[in-house]
């Protein structure tokens, strides 16, 4: 009886391993106090959806966490800056906008905004199996922005 409840989490250790959790960063200005940081949860190994959630922080003023809703394990998810230094964060088909100065505003778009997306900056995307943050190299000499 004893052996049989040893057992069983072993047996079931596999089977965990195809859960998601992790997370991945983009240093605004190079800086680990000013980020943006993709969170995936996924807390059932059957279940292909996956919890995806924004952190928006600027240390030591602020930190928030915004849902960004369900995708998959495959979902790109987009970071556009706008000139007014706001970002547009496009999960899937999903847009969402959000700030660093209180890290409080956190809103989901309906439609892209008249005056455009802003400067692309990234994409957080699985590479070689892991989530990354890949930032775009044209990015800061882009003349069409």
């Not at 596999?14 to 240093?27: M, S």
């Not at 928006?56 to 706008?82: D, F, I, N, W």
């Not at 969402?96 to 905004?113: G, H, L, N, R, V």
Request: hydrophobic share 40%; charged share 25%; glycine share 6%.
């Amino acid at each position: 009886m004893r052996l049989r409840h040893l057992l069983l989490p072993l047996l079931a250790a596999p089977l965990l391993t195809a859960c998601v959790n992790d997370g991945a960063t983009y240093e605004i200005d190079n800086t680990r106090e000013h980020v943006l940081s993709l969170i995936r949860e996924q807390p059932y190994f059957w279940d292909s959806k996956v919890e995806l959630y924004l952190v928006v922080s600027r240390m030591p003023a602020c930190m928030r966490r915004h849902s960004l809703g369900v995708g998959t394990e495959k979902t790109r998810v987009e970071v556009y800056q706008v000139p007014s230094g706001a970002f547009i964060i496009k999960a899937g088909k999903k847009m969402f906008a959000t700030e660093t100065q209180t890290c409080e505003s956190f809103a989901k778009m309906d439609s892209e905004p008249p005056e455009g997306m802003g400067q692309f900056i990234g994409t957080f995307r699985l590479q070689k199996g892991e989530l990354v943050f890949v930032k775009e190299e044209k990015a800061e000499s882009s003349p069409e922005e």
